[in-house]
């Protein structure tokens, strides 16, 4: 299935398929982005994935070895990438950079892809929200770093949310919708009430629409927010998804490089 829409473009090349925002092909000159899809895996514990790192890095005109990545953790922090570094990242799920020629990689099966970018200071980030980093507010630590670090004004920055579990597919329990409900106001604007199975009452969850609120709050335009509006489990035909396959979930690539 193609799955290009108004923010989206499918593509098929080489025998590879992925993703690309038409905003941020708008600044081609610039940067170059893709969110890989199947058969492509991308998981740290599967040895094929390295020649796949160097497959898609070659269509994209980008050099493999000098990725950036984690073993990401669901945590809420952001990592500010200076210069090229061979250092293991863990319990890092975002990177921002200035520096051109680094690509940044985060890796999915279900959680939200966040690519950042200010078109004035030319400065990226890359973050992975999984359901934990979105309560911890991740994407607001990552605008918060770019604005510390190259006083980036929110207001220049353009937000791309990659594909990941929606609101159709994110079945939760109360326990979810407790914690979610200690942290942030008006929680009830991001569930729906669903079906009541083995005496559980079950709430589907729309973490897009927390994040984006959540980018409004720091600063970031509305009208910057580009969404891609593609679930990851109603597609796992194109994509890994978590809750589609469990355990035997690969993980697709998102990733982002100032050239
Ligand atoms: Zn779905």
């Given at each position: 299935m193609n799955l290009s829409n108004k923010n989206i473009i499918h593509i098929k090349e080489d025998g590879v398929e992925y993703l690309q925002f038409k905003e941020l092909l708008k600044y081609s000159d610039k940067i170059q982005h893709c969110y890989s899809l199947k058969p492509l895996e991308f998981s740290d514990k599967n040895p094929k994935s390295q020649p796949n790192y160097e497959k898609m890095c070659d269509i994209l005109g980008m050099d493999y070895t000098k990725i950036i990545k984690s073993t990401q953790k669901h945590t809420s922090i952001v990592k500010d990438i200076k210069e090229f570094t061979k250092e293991k990242f863990e319990y890092v799920d975002g990177f921002i950079t200035g520096a051109k020629d680094i690509p940044l990689v985060t890796k999915y099966a279900d959680c939200t892809p966040i690519i950042l970018y200010d078109k004035n200071k030319n400065i990226i980030g890359n973050v992975h929200s999984g359901w934990r980093g979105t309560l911890k507010r991740i994407s607001q630590n990552a605008v918060e770093l770019m604005m510390k670090n190259?006083?980036?004004?929110?207001?220049?920055i353009i937000v791309c949310i990659g594909p990941c579990i929606k609101q159709c597919h994110f079945q939760v329990e109360e326990d979810f919708i407790y914690q979610f409900r200690k942290e942030f106001k008006n929680i009830e604007k991001y569930y729906k009430i669903g079906e009541i199975l083995d005496g559980k009452q079950k709430f589907y969850f729309d973490t897009t629409s927390l994040i984006i609120d959540n980018l409004i709050e720091i600063g970031i335009k509305s009208e910057n927010i580009y969404d891609s509006g593609i679930c990851s489990v109603c597609n796992k035909d194109n994509m890994f998804s978590y809750r589609a396959e469990k355990e035997k979930a690969d993980r697709n690539m998102n990733i982002i490089m100032l050239k």
């Amino acid at each position: 299935m193609n799955l290009s829409n108004k923010n989206i473009i499918h593509i098929k090349e080489d025998g590879v398929e992925y993703l690309q925002f038409k905003e941020l092909l708008k600044y081609s000159d610039k940067i170059q982005h893709c969110y890989s899809l199947k058969p492509l895996e991308f998981s740290d514990k599967n040895p094929k994935s390295q020649p796949n790192y160097e497959k898609m890095c070659d269509i994209l005109g980008m050099d493999y070895t000098k990725i950036i990545k984690s073993t990401q953790k669901h945590t809420s922090i952001v990592k500010d990438i200076k210069e090229f570094t061979k250092e293991k990242f863990e319990y890092v799920d975002g990177f921002i950079t200035g520096a051109k020629d680094i690509p940044l990689v985060t890796k999915y099966a279900d959680c939200t892809p966040i690519i950042l970018y200010d078109k004035n200071k030319n400065i990226i980030g890359n973050v992975h929200s999984g359901w934990r980093g979105t309560l911890k507010r991740i994407s607001q630590n990552a605008v918060e770093l770019m604005m510390k670090n190259y006083d980036v004004n929110p207001k220049d920055i353009i937000v791309c949310i990659g594909p990941c579990i929606k609101q159709c597919h994110f079945q939760v329990e109360e326990d979810f919708i407790y914690q979610f409900r200690k942290e942030f106001k008006n929680i009830e604007k991001y569930y729906k009430i669903g079906e009541i199975l083995d005496g559980k009452q079950k709430f589907y969850f729309d973490t897009t629409s927390l994040i984006i609120d959540n980018l409004i709050e720091i600063g970031i335009k509305s009208e910057n927010i580009y969404d891609s509006g593609i679930c990851s489990v109603c597609n796992k035909d194109n994509m890994f998804s978590y809750r589609a396959e469990k355990e035997k979930a690969d993980r697709n690539m998102n990733i982002i490089m100032l050239k």
